[in-house]
């Protein structure tokens, strides 16, 4: 992974040039900030610019021997911790599951946790990095580097460590082993042992902004032009959730279907036909239901501005817009609010594995009560 492979940030990707650069790269660095945002391919970057033998322009060259073996991430100096799900067979590290991890990697450039989550087989899984994995960190650190200056930790979530693990490695950041250099990937830094939070020198990496998203949409994903402004805006800063949306596309016009269908229902009460929308959306499984009732959420929020006639804001594509020119009226501050907490109340449901079935009908009947408030 080079600085070049990743979008924007160019002030962050400068401030770690620098760094390393100017041989004041601290002993322990915290990457912090929201999830999808590119964190961790930047500590990745970081870490092969560390061990690149010729460096070029500001980045990693990408060809030497080094550079390669981080590109497979075989290199010999890199360590990676990450957290797992602890089983009678395993020995509680990292090592265990770096083949899935390395398979994560490459399919997941912005570290979506829901599918770690799947590559685990376990999608309602707590990860966590336990005190074997401390120990195993110290044990691969207490030997000198094999290839290059620094042995380099790239540790993704170390808010999930286990108070025993936090506390063997607080001592490993008080105690630094020579040329040793600890990167650490937080999406909740509040969570992090206190002492050990104390003891980093922290990067702040914040969400990007919309003319930034909305370049990558163009130029990295071939959106066109015109639809690239509301994508952007949807994302709320985050590369994950473009990802998101493009991979919702392919179903966009399947929940549109689902959702007027609903609407239209519920309208005329027609509570057999619900009954029967309810095992048809169900179909949809766990995680296809659960985009639906994001998309619905979105729908509402969208309908409800369209009502305020602030065009200006809403981010409609032209089949939602038809549809809503006559709907939004029903989406009103009388009533917005509790479909919206419906909607997210179903979704909570049926990510804890809940009767998608019965979930949908009753939110059908609660849209049949709230939408002509």
């Given at each position: 992974?080079?600085?070049?492979?990743?979008?924007?940030?160019?002030?962050?990707?400068?401030?770690?040039?620098?760094?390393?650069?100017?041989?004041?790269?601290?002993?322990?660095?915290?990457?912090?900030?929201?999830?999808?945002?590119?964190?961790?391919?930047?500590?990745?970057?970081?870490?092969?610019?560390?061990?690149?033998?010729?460096?070029?322009?500001g980045?990693?060259?990408?060809?030497?021997?080094?550079?390669?073996?981080?590109?497979?991430?075989?290199?010999?100096?890199?360590?990676?911790?990450?957290?797992?799900?602890?089983?009678?067979?395993?020995?509680?590290?990292?090592?265990?599951?770096?083949?899935?991890?390395?398979?994560?990697?490459?399919?997941?450039?912005?570290?979506?946790?829901?599918?770690?989550?799947?590559?685990?087989?376990?999608?309602?899984?707590?990860?966590?990095?336990?005190?074997?994995?401390?120990?195993?960190?110290?044990?691969?650190?207490?030997?000198?580097?094999?290839?290059?200056?620094?042995?380099?930790?790239?540790?993704?979530?170390?808010?999930?460590?286990?108070?025993?693990?936090?506390?063997?490695?607080?001592?490993?950041?008080?105690?630094?082993?020579?040329?040793?250099?600890?990167?650490?990937?937080?999406?909740?830094?509040?969570?992090?042992?206190?002492?050990?939070?104390?003891?980093?020198?922290?990067?702040?990496?914040?969400?990007?902004?919309?003319?930034?998203?909305?370049?990558?949409?163009?130029?990295?994903?071939?959106?066109?032009?015109?639809?690239?402004?509301?994508?952007?805006?949807?994302?709320q800063?985050?590369?994950l959730?473009?990802?998101?949306?493009?991979?919702?596309?392919?179903?966009?016009?399947?929940?549109?279907?689902?959702?007027?269908?609903?609407?239209?229902?519920?309208?005329?009460?027609?509570i057999?036909?619900?009954?029967?929308?309810?095992?048809?959306?169900?179909?949809?499984?766990?995680?296809?239901?659960?985009?639906?009732?994001?998309?619905c959420?979105?729908?509402?929020?969208?309908?409800f501005?369209?009502?305020?006639?602030?065009p200006?804001l809403?981010?409609?594509?032209?089949?939602?817009?038809?549809?809503?020119?006559?709907?939004?009226?029903?989406?009103?501050?009388?009533?917005?609010?509790?479909?919206?907490?419906?909607?997210?109340?179903?979704?909570?449901?049926i990510?804890?594995?809940?009767?998608?079935?019965?979930?949908?009908?009753d939110?059908a009947?609660?849209?049949?009560?709230?939408?002509?408030?």
């Amino acid at each position: 992974m080079r600085f070049a492979d990743i979008p924007a940030h160019e002030n962050v990707k400068a401030h770690l040039r620098e760094l390393v650069d100017s041989n004041r790269l601290p002993h322990a660095l915290l990457l912090e900030g929201p999830a999808g945002i590119g964190k961790f391919a930047l500590a990745r970057a970081l870490s092969q610019y560390i061990h690149c033998e010729n460096r070029i322009d500001g980045d990693s060259c990408g060809k030497c021997p080094s550079c390669k073996q981080h590109a497979s991430f075989n290199q010999p100096d890199t360590v990676y911790s990450f957290p797992i799900l602890k089983s009678e067979s395993s020995t509680a590290i990292s090592d265990d599951l770096f083949p899935e991890f390395k398979e994560f990697l490459t399919e997941n450039k912005f570290m979506d946790f829901d599918n770690w989550l799947k590559l685990l087989n376990n999608p309602n899984g707590q990860p966590l990095i336990y005190v074997a994995e401390s120990m195993n960190i110290i044990r691969k650190f207490s030997v000198t580097s094999y290839a290059t200056r620094f042995k380099v930790l790239l540790m993704w979530l170390p808010e999930r460590m286990q108070p025993e693990c936090a506390n063997k490695m607080l001592k490993m950041i008080e105690e630094p082993m020579a040329d040793s250099i600890l990167i650490f990937v937080s999406n909740t830094p509040q969570e992090i042992l206190p002492t050990i939070y104390s003891r980093m020198q922290r990067v702040k990496v914040r969400p990007l902004s919309e003319p930034e998203l909305e370049t990558y949409l163009i130029q990295e994903c071939s959106v066109a032009p015109e639809q690239a402004p509301g994508m952007a805006h949807l994302a709320q800063g985050s590369f994950l959730n473009i990802e998101k949306q493009l991979s919702a596309r392919n179903d966009a016009d399947k929940f549109l279907e689902y959702f007027i269908t609903l609407m239209r229902q519920a309208y005329q009460r027609k509570i057999g036909l619900l009954r029967k929308w309810s095992v048809d959306v169900a179909g949809l499984g766990r995680e296809g239901s659960m985009r639906f009732l994001a998309y619905c959420e979105r729908m509402m929020r969208e309908n409800f501005i369209t009502n305020l006639r602030i065009p200006g804001l809403v981010y409609l594509n032209q089949d939602e817009e038809t549809f809503s020119r006559k709907f939004s009226p029903f989406i009103n501050e009388r009533n917005v609010e509790r479909l919206l907490n419906e909607f997210e109340s179903a979704r909570l449901d049926i990510s804890a594995n809940g009767n998608a079935k019965i979930i949908f009908f009753d939110l059908a009947v609660k849209v049949i009560l709230l939408l002509k408030q």
